[in-house]
């Protein structure tokens, strides 16, 4: 397993979070749920990417 992805995950997260209590400390919760809206979908976006690398690996493997 790639550690890189893990790192970039955890500090997407790490990121989203500190942001999220900012915001929610000035009184600006919606924002705050955009940011965490956000977040998950840059995390969903890794993640299909690397599930597609890994569809092209196993078509390959099996020359379909």
């Known amino acids: 397993m790639d550690v890189d992805l893990i790192f970039k995950i955890a500090a997407v997260g790490i990121i989203v979070a500190v942001i999220n209590m ?3 400390r000035s009184g600006r919760e ?3 749920m ?3 809206l956000a977040g998950v979908v840059v ?3 890794i993640l299909i990417r ?3 690398d890994l569809f ?3 078509k390959s493997l099996f020359n379909f």
């Open 34 to 36: 955009l940011t965490t």
């Open 43 to 45: 995390v969903l976006v």
């Open 56 to 58: 092209d690996l196993v």
């Open 22 to 24: 900012v915001l929610i």
């Open 30 to 32: 919606e924002q705050a």
């Open 50 to 52: 690397k599930i597609s």
